[in-house]
């Protein structure tokens, strides 16, 4: 029986309008709403469409997450959502290396056999957490995975290769970082999803002390969007020039 | 006092929110242009469990509780008042009274598949000369010993094709006026049962409405709900949970032509600056939040009272006509920030302004909420 553990990190809303505090050193999270990071999600939703396809082979859906008590609606929403359990590593966040070290602290305490981690956070894109984790625990890893099957024992996955795909398998136990096309959308949880979120285990690690690697130095903004002009679709010519003399594209 | 959600009541509302955004918004014109119902969404709705929220889990519904309903209410109802009222009848009208007043066989046979969102229900009370004064009711149940004979029509039922369990109020005992009322839970497909055509209504066009048409309908005695003569207090009942679904439908379809002005007015030039930098339209737009912001505390005011068991129809009446009465409102200031753009359907908010309108009008209008709710100030 496959036991499956979804990495899932709390991000900032896509829509939170982004702010910095400590002279632009650190995010101001003021009035943030936080979800569940959307590759996460997408990667949880997967897991839990494997289990409900074969629940003879896979033994359970596990969330882990490294953060703060603040951050448990975000993994009560995973349970709602269809995980079975969770684990949360009383820690804060502070780069990626202190959270892949972190998760890896539950993989050694815990025997799962395929391990999701989403392509990227949405907030500070760093896209190296799963592959951290694969090399502190010395698994093997596989990046670009867009879908992941049972095929009787065997796990098969589908890796996005230039101009085409892949289907590879890999032996037990495994990170696979996955990214568009895991699952078409994120699972909206049920009223019985969210009931059951209630009875369902949340348990508490304390973290272990880690290095941080990263200092941030600075944050800045995009400049903002300049405003949208529309062209009749008749003058073609007036797009040209505008691309060509006011946009410099063309 | 507390006016913090639970977590709960967040993921409920996120997950309305979600659904709306994901499933109803698509086609959304469409579907009222041709007044198409949307079957596969209302399935997927039932899916989540939204079509029996408020049920005990021991019925096979949700176990949420009234202030969770609001949320999910409003929500649903920024984008489809359709779809919202499909919801609000099965839960607060034809679920809330059979698990209030139903016999456990009752609920097992009729409650369980309705909570489970297997099945619809219809609610049906209002007739072609019995709106308002419910107590007028010329849609008989002779009392044939063994069963019901069910004869007459009942007009504006909401859900009338798509549901297969109908909850009929009809008059057994003229001679005992309201008290002779009683409530049958009616299948749909028993012979005698006929439908009109589709109604083709100002707004809310893609909900299901229709006249139905009692041709000597054999019920049995098993499916009357309550003793003999319950039927107007059920009616009175289940109308004042109605009100609160109803009441947050007119503030979801407030919010969601507001949010459509705040954004359109951030987007929208004028005379060299946004339109929300001039305060004729800021100031609008002031007005409108205070409204909607009063509207969702009367809605969660009553559905809070409801949760802890207290009597809630007066705090529900208010809800509604005030909801009700700022949606019109809202919506019309909602087309005119709009300017041009807002008379037409691609910008939402016309077909807002329509759906505002219906809950001035059903489950009770604003003049009947004003006799519900001035009876109540008068009391001695």
Redo the contacts between chains.
């Keep these: 029986m496959i036991k499956i553990l979804v990495c899932i990190s709390n991000v900032p809303d896509t829509t939170t309008k982004i702010k910095f505090t400590n002279n632009n050193k650190t995010l101001d999270n003021t009035g943030t709403q936080w979800i569940i990071n959307p590759w996460d999600e997408l990667a949880l939703t997967r897991a839990i469409e494997m289990k409900e396809a074969a629940p003879g082979a896979v033994q359970s859906v596990t969330v882990a997450h490294v953060g703060l008590a603040d951050s448990e609606?975000t993994i009560?929403?995973a349970l709602?959502m269809g995980a079975d359990d969770a684990i949360r590593v009383n820690a804060t966040a502070n780069d990626s290396y202190s959270v892949a070290v972190q998760l890896s602290e539950v993989v050694k305490n815990n025997s799962f056999d395929i391990i999701l981690c989403g392509i990227e956070s949405s907030d500070y894109n760093n896209s190296t957490v799963g592959g951290m984790l694969s090399e502190i625990l010395g698994i093997p890893s596989v990046s670009s995975v867009s879908n992941v099957t049972l095929e009787g024992d065997q796990v098969k996955l589908k890796r996005e290769i230039d101009g085409g795909f892949e289907t590879i398998s890999v032996s037990n136990p495994f990170v696979a970082i996955v990214q568009k096309g895991i699952a078409k959308?994120?699972r909206?949880?049920?009223?019985?999803g969210?009931?059951s979120?209630?009875t369902k285990t949340l348990q508490v690690l304390e973290g272990i002390q880690t290095e941080e690697l990263v200092e941030y130095v600075d944050f800045v903004l995009p400049s903002a969007k300049s405003s949208c002009k529309k062209i009749d679709p008749e003058n073609v010519k007036e797009l040209i020039n505008l691309l060509h003399n006011e946009a410099k594209v063309i | 006092m507390d006016f913090n959600f639970t977590?709960?009541q967040?993921?409920?509302q996120?997950?309305a929110r979600?659904?709306a955004q994901?499933e109803l918004l698509e086609g959304i014109i469409e579907r009222d242009d041709n007044c198409i119902f949307p079957a596969e969404q209302i399935k997927k709705l039932s899916?989540?469990?939204?079509l029996?929220?408020m049920v005990d889990?021991k019925y096979d519904?949700?176990?949420?509780d009234a202030v969770s309903y609001v949320l999910a209410m409003e929500e649903i109802s920024k984008i489809d008042s359709a779809a919202a009222v499909v919801m609000s009848v099965n839960n607060s009208l034809v679920c809330w009274g059979l698990e209030t007043y139903g016999t456990e066989a009752q609920k097992e046979k009729f409650l369980k598949p309705l909570a489970r969102g297997e099945k619809l229900g219809a609610y049906l009370l209002s007739e072609p000369e019995a709106g308002s004064d419910a107590t007028s009711q010329r849609t008989t149940a002779e009392d044939k010993g063994d069963y019901y004979l069910l004869n007459g029509t009942k007009n504006w039922i909401t859900n009338a094709n798509c549901a297969s369990t109908y909850l009929v109020i009809a008059q057994t005992n003229p001679e005992k006026k309201h008290k002779g009322i009683n409530v049958l839970i009616v299948d749909k497909n028993s012979p005698g049962v006929s439908l009109g055509p589709h109604e083709n209504k100002m707004g809310m066009r893609s909900s299901d409405t229709h006249s139905v048409m009692f041709t000597d309908v054999k019920v049995p005695k098993e499916n009357r709900i309550g003793e003999d003569g319950f039927g107007f207090t059920f009616a009175m009942k289940t109308l004042e949970g109605g009100r609160i679904g109803i009441a947050s439908q007119a503030l979801g379809i407030a919010s969601g032509a507001f949010e459509r002005a705040v954004k359109y007015s951030k987007e929208r030039k004028a005379f060299g600056t946004e339109i929300s930098n001039h305060e004729v339209i800021a100031f609008k737009l002031a007005d409108m939040a205070v409204k909607i912001e009063n509207a969702r505390n009367l809605c969660l005011k009553a559905a809070w009272l409801k949760d802890q068991y207290q009597p809630y129809g007066t705090a529900s009446a208010m809800a509604k006509k005030y909801a009700a009465d700022i949606a019109m409102e809202v919506t019309t200031e909602a087309v005119q920030i709009h300017g041009g753009y807002g008379y037409v359907k691609e910008y939402h908010v016309e077909r807002l302004m329509r759906e505002a309108k219906l809950t001035q009008i059903y489950e009770g209008t604003s003049e009947i909420q004003n006799i519900i709710i001035s009876r109540a100030v008068l009391k001695d």
């Design positions: 609606p009560r929403k709602a959308e994120p909206i949880p049920s009223m019985r969210i009931m979120a209630r | 977590e709960e967040l993921m409920i996120s997950a979600d659904f994901r899916e989540l469990g939204f029996g929220m889990p519904g949700g176990g949420m």
